[in-house]
């Protein structure tokens, strides 16, 4: 799986956070995301695509790889 | 009941399209129809009243599915026809025109409609704000005069946005409210006065305390109003943002209970093989024991994904903490929980007046919701708090600290 990570949409709403900490964090200046981890390991998919569907501002993108 | 084989959702925006997601990446196979009455494919609305009126995204930013995505749905997508009535015994979705189109499980995910001003909304000038369309008409008529002056009615969190935009285009912007501060239902009267503070120092003059009591016009385009306390404002655009009812209207004679919305018990189901999701449900959030409907981005998602599963048969309970956040000028504030009027305040980090900090809101004896005003990180962190319903006297001045480091300036009321 392919993480990408729009940041330019982010509203730092931390849902990918509580959905995929090992994946996801927050700047502290201004809670924009930050990607940990483009290339999350299997046992991390859930959680990843439940933080890209809850997402408000789509700003997290998926892709098979 | 078995596993539908034929699932109809009607509204096709954030819940809408969430719920047919869902459904898909969750197996189902069967038919699949996607019924909405605006003519653009499904967009996200939060941009509109920021980046879109602010004029720094153009409309493409915001769809919520590429058209590949869309088609890869396998949905039969009724765009641009709207539903008109709606027969629970057979088990049938009119829709505008007669058509009809069967189901077994339905999805009402109609949102909201926004309110109107008795005499105001056949002039030229006069706005609301929901859709795509309403937001870009309102841009084009802030561009179309330099210097315009703007009247917003109604400083919820929807007028208190518009205002920041069209302040940031320099325009002369008057807010007017008949509450004494903005955003009160919100967040209540302490945070409220903070959004008022703001909005002045950023140069809105404030109109709080007064209503409107009708407008002025020339050739069919506003001019100005008269407010309640009889002051004559000139206006060349106005923004009318007084709250929203959940869209329902087609739903008459259906039979559902109709009262704040579509009232649903704890699992989202209005009736047999009927469920709603997003602004236009109530339901009974076994969290804080108590009926909701929200109008809250996050919601429509989560609502709907919930709702996805209990039409495949899962029939768990919707009961989660809400989030909302809403972005004016420099401040980014954003929520969980709920927000009672009669709510007592702490601040567990930052200060009130340093534009940084989070707060909570406790109601008998329990902290009900967390704000937090430019601090995006440490808000998440005390979310937990609200999961826990964690017990008020916790928090308040006490050597057992909650998390290490937090200021507490105590109890505000
Ligand atoms: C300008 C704006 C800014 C916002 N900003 C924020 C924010 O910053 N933070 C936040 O948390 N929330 C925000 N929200 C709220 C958020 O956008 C809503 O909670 C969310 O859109 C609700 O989604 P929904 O799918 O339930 O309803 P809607 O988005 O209202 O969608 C309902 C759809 O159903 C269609 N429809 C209605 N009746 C019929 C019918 N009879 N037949 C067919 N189709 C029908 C409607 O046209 C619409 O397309 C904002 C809302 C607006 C309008
Ligand atoms: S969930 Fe989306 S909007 Fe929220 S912080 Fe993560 S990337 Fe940003």
Redesign the pocket.
């Known amino acids: 799986m392919q993480v990408t990570l729009h940041q330019d949409k982010c509203?730092a709403s931390g849902q990918c956070v509580l959905a995929a900490q090992d994946v996801f964090d927050q700047r502290d200046k201004d809670g924009l995301a930050v990607l940990l981890d483009d290339r999350p390991p299997a046992e991390l998919h859930d959680d990843v695509r439940h933080a890209a569907a809850v997402c408000?501002a789509l700003a997290i993108a998926l892709a098979d790889s | 009941m078995s596993t539908p084989r034929n699932v109809v959702i009607?509204?096709?925006?954030?819940?809408?399209l969430t719920a047919a997601v869902t459904l898909r990446t969750e197996g189902y196979d069967g038919r699949l129809t996607l019924?909405?009455?605006?003519p653009h494919t499904?967009y996200?609305?939060?941009p509109?009243?920021?980046q879109i009126l602010a004029g720094t995204w153009e409309p493409d930013r915001i769809k919520l599915r590429t058209d590949e995505e869309l088609s890869a749905l396998d949905a039969r997508l009724l765009f641009g026809?709207?539903?008109?009535g709606l027969d629970t015994a057979a088990r049938r979705v009119v829709l505008d025109g007669g058509a009809s189109v069967s189901y077994d499980a339905l999805v009402i995910?109609?949102?909201?409609?926004p309110n109107s001003l008795p005499g105001a909304h056949h002039l030229a000038g006069v706005h609301l704000?929901?859709?795509l369309d309403d937001?870009l008409a309102l841009r084009a008529d802030l561009r179309r005069k330099p210097g315009a002056r703007v009247a917003v009615v109604g400083a919820g969190?929807?007028g208190s946005?518009a205002a920041a935009a069209a302040r940031r285009m320099r325009l002369d912007v008057t807010m007017i409210d008949p509450r004494p501060v903005p955003m009160r239902r919100q967040f209540g009267d302490r945070i409220a006065a903070l959004v008022g503070q703001l909005h002045k120092k950023n140069g809105v003059s404030m109109r709080c305390g007064t209503g409107v009591r009708r407008f002025f016009e020339s050739g069919g385009r506003v001019t100005g109003l008269e407010l309640t306390d009889d002051t004559l404002l000139d206006a060349d655009v106005v923004v009318v943002a007084i709250g929203a009812a959940p869209?329902i209207?087609?739903l008459a004679g259906s039979g559902l209970e109709l009262r704040n919305g579509v009232e649903c018990d704890p699992t989202c189901r209005a009736a047999p093989g009927v469920y709603a999701?997003?602004?236009?449900a109530s339901w009974h959030n076994n969290h804080f024991g108590c009926r909701m409907r929200?109008?809250?981005?996050?919601?429509?998602t989560e609502q709907?994904r919930a709702v996805a599963h209990n039409v495949l048969g899962e029939n768990q309970p919707f009961a989660p903490v809400p989030?909302?956040?809403?972005?004016q000028y420099d401040a980014h504030i954003q929520a969980y929980g709920i927000f009672p009027a009669d709510a007592e305040l702490a601040v567990l980090h930052g200060e009130l007046e340093g534009g940084h900090f989070v707060v909570a809101y406790g109601h008998r004896g329990r902290v009900v919701g967390v704000l937090g005003w430019n601090s995006p990180c440490e808000l998440r962190k005390l979310r937990q708090l609200v999961v826990d319903r964690a017990p008020w006297a916790s928090i308040l001045p006490a050597p057992q600290a909650v998390w290490p480091g937090r200021h507490l300036s105590a109890s505000l009321r």
């Open positions: 509203v408000p | 009607v509204g096709a925006s954030v819940a809408g019924i909405g009455d605006e499904p996200n609305r939060p509109l009243s920021k026809s709207s539903a008109s995910a109609t949102g909201v409609t704000l929901r859709t937001a969190f929807l946005e869209a209207g087609w999701a997003g602004d236009v929200l109008e809250h981005r996050l919601n429509a709907a989030y909302f956040w809403t972005d």
